[in-house]
């Protein structure tokens, strides 16, 4: 158990960005320094470990280690919320899926394929399924919807998993979805994902900047408030393995924090942060 704070050297977290760079793309840069400090300093707390240096000389010598992945878990920021940044899933309900059900049924086509990257603790998942879900039931009969959502944390795809979380939590979600969210029977006090929106989706761990094991076309991509980790040559990288993997008509959604200015990339603007594949 660490007993004084270590200072984070400059070469120490040299080292630490180096690392986390190479494994998943994540630039920790100099302004990163207190965090890292921070982040460094809870772990240390709870670990057999004296020092920092003697932290580090570990994790970084078993970067296959789970205390490796304990570290990528920590710098990772997990916030998140059900329906986070609301106007995406209205262009989801009221443009986007009424136009490709007029794609779909005319070509035979009877399956929405989905996929959210970076899903966290599963809740922006799970408002797709909603979506997808009150879509299914009323306009898109006969169709089904399939998503698959990804995230680097092995512990947050466990919360994702068990689609159990704080009645409180649940109160972005609009009134005419909240039928999707059943008392939990595990735990007082919280609400849990109802089955059939369970079933549209399927949570796996998934290093955005590893080869991804599936194949599109996609119809859409959730990828919000993950790019502003990475440096331009990744997002440029990752932009253009989106615009590959999705269908025409396809749409890539980012975060409010994020832009596609000074990335050159295929895609034509919808609205801030929607993009379409032509």
């Not at 603790?121 to 306009?139: H, P, Q, V």
């Not at 009969?141 to 995230?151: P, Y």
């Not at 009645?167 to 609009?174: E, F, K, N, T, Y």
């Not at 009134?175 to 609400?191: D, K, N, V, Y």
Request: hydrophobic residues 40%; proline residues 6%.
């Amino acid at each position: 158990m660490l007993l004084t704070p270590d200072l984070l050297s400059p070469r120490d977290l040299r080292r630490i960005s180096d690392a986390v760079y190479q494994h998943c793309g994540i630039n920790l840069h100099e302004g990163k320094q207190e965090l890292v400090q921070a982040r460094l300093t809870k772990i240390l707390r709870h670990s057999e470990f004296q020092s920092l240096p003697e932290y580090l000389d570990h994790v970084l010598a078993h970067l296959d280690g789970p205390d490796f992945s304990d570290l990528i878990d920590s710098l990772s920021t997990n916030l998140t919320s059900f329906f986070r940044e609301a106007e995406h899933f209205t262009y989801l309900a009221k443009g986007f899926l009424p136009a490709l059900l007029n794609r779909k049924r005319p070509s035979g086509q009877s399956t929405i394929r989905g996929w959210s990257a970076a899903c966290s603790t599963g809740e922006e998942a799970y408002s797709i399924a909603m979506i997808l879900g009150d879509f299914l039931s009323d306009l898109g009969k006969g169709l089904t919807a399939r998503i698959l959502a990804t995230d680097i944390s092995h512990r947050v795809l466990s919360v994702a998993r068990e689609a159990l979380y704080d009645r409180h939590r649940a109160s972005p979600v609009p009134p005419p979805l909240r039928r999707f969210l059943i008392p939990g029977s595990q735990r007082p006090h919280t609400l849990e994902v109802a089955p059939e929106i369970r079933q549209l989706v399927r949570f796996a761990h998934l290093n955005l900047i590893d080869s991804w094991p599936f194949t599109g076309p996609l119809d859409f991509i959730f990828c919000r408030n993950v790019m502003i980790y990475f440096d331009k040559p990744t997002q440029q990288r990752l932009i253009a393995r989106f615009y590959d993997i999705l269908g025409p008509g396809g749409v890539l959604f980012t975060g409010h924090s994020e832009s596609l200015t000074g990335i050159t990339h295929r895609f034509h603007y919808v609205q801030p942060t929607i993009y379409a594949k032509s």
